[in-house]
Nanobody, 111 residues
Framework: QGWLVESGGGLAQAGESVRLSCVVS????????LQWWRQPPGKQREFVAS???????NYSDSVMGRFIISRDNPRNTVYLQMNDLKPEDTAVYSC?????WGRGTQVTVSS
């Protein structure tokens, strides 16, 4: 079955940028809309952004205008460029095709 592996998390200051990567198994990469979700500490997981196989993006209101989702088809990779980070962006970020999930990568933003 398909797999997804995230990377790129870490520590950042408010206002800085971080780019997350998610490598996706070839059997699912081109077939599904790929999504980024996040789970802030002590809270429920929430939708962040998605991108269709045709590269149409969708964003949550909380990240619209700051985050950019993209996909690199030859590398089977989906990216999440996070700009103007805020402390409330602190969370574990995971990618999914709606059925399979990666383990996630921690992003911590200090003020």
């Amino acid at each position: 079955q398909g797999w997804l592996v995230e990377s790129g998390g870490g520590l950042a200051q408010a206002g800085e940028s971080v780019r997350l990567s998610c490598v996706v198994s070839p059997d699912i990469f081109l077939r599904y809309t790929l999504q980024w979700w996040r789970q802030p500490p002590g809270k429920q997981r929430e939708f962040v952004a998605s991108i269709t196989p045709g590269e149409s993006p969708n964003y949550s209101d909380s990240v619209m205008g700051r985050f950019i989702i993209s996909r690199d088809n030859p590398r089977n990779t989906v990216y999440l460029q996070m700009n103007d980070l805020k402390p409330e962006d602190t969370a574990v970020y995971s990618c999914t095709n709606g059925r399979n999930w990666g383990r996630g990568t921690q992003v911590t933003v200090s003020s």
